[in-house]
């Protein structure tokens, strides 16, 4: 196989004689990778091949079904090793990247209400497209729900930057440099996103410790203590009450 005679841009042009010795292997392989937690460049291959098909070099059906079957085994694979081996590690060395027993069960309770939406857009971000599907498995995400938002999120992730190589084919020069300007910038507004959320529950769990502390307790704010009304002590009794001694 040879490459589009196109010059390639950036990373598609390191990946280039990798995809021409190995072809569709070489994307099973790295996009596989690239979504069970291993640094390799899934997505940049993903585009490459793509770029190949729209150019007459591959497949282009072929490499979008191997792509995403690639991605859903991949965070399939994250989630094994979060399930069978991610709560364990936490309890053991989670301390030293300050992720607590407690940080992890809010976690878990986030992940219980909107866990799939994580697993479905995770994808289109660096990080969290190698990592979802460990955190999933680690927070107990169950199975069953995990599993039809995984192939959602591969075939939504493999069908948009699949598409975008594509139809670049040619002009992959400057698309590609425009659409990495774009994925900064989404990149950004999703941490704000994210920042945003995280200190409203900051500020939310605050609140409800305030709340709990003017509440009181017993024999604060006038409340009544064990043995008597609000503000009245026992003493010894004085002479000349009534049953006093004489």
């Not at 390191?14 to 070489?26: E, V």
């Not at 590609?176 to 774009?182: D, F, L, S, V």
């Not at 200190?199 to 009181?216: I, K, T």
């Not at 604060?220 to 004489?246: F, T």
Request: hydrophobic share 45%; with cysteine; aromatic share 10%.
């Amino acid at each position: 196989m040879s490459a589009p005679s196109t010059p390639l841009p950036g990373a598609l042009a390191g990946l280039a004689p990798l995809l021409d010795h190995y072809g569709y292997l070489a994307v099973a392989l790295l996009v596989l990778l690239d979504n069970c937690g291993v640094p390799v460049p899934g997505q940049t291959i993903l585009v490459l091949a793509s770029v190949y098909a729209g150019t007459g070099h591959l497949d282009f059906t072929a490499v979008l079904l191997i792509a995403a079957g690639a991605a859903a085994v991949g965070d399939s694979l994250g989630y094994l090793i979060g399930r069978t081996g991610g709560r364990a590690f936490v309890h053991r060395w989670g301390r030293y990247a300050l992720i607590t027993p407690e940080r992890l069960a809010r976690a878990e309770g986030f992940f219980a209400r909107h866990g799939g939406k994580v697993v479905t857009v995770a994808r289109f971000v660096d990080g969290l497209r190698q990592t979802n599907g460990i955190i999933a498995g680690t927070t107990g995400m169950a199975w069953r729900r995990f599993l039809p938002f995984n192939l959602l999120g591969a075939v939504l992730w493999t069908g948009v930057w699949g598409g975008f190589g594509y139809l670049a084919g040619a002009n992959i020069g400057g698309v590609y440099r425009t659409a990495i300007r774009y994925q900064l910038w989404f990149a950004i507004g999703l941490g704000v996103l994210v920042a945003a959320f995280l200190l409203r529950q900051v500020l939310r769990y605050r609140r409800r410790r305030r709340a709990d502390g003017d509440a009181g307790g017993p024999g604060e704010n006038g409340a009544p203590d064990e043995k008597g009304e609000p503000g009245e002590a026992e003493g010894p009794e004085e002479p000349g009450r009534p049953g006093a001694a004489d």
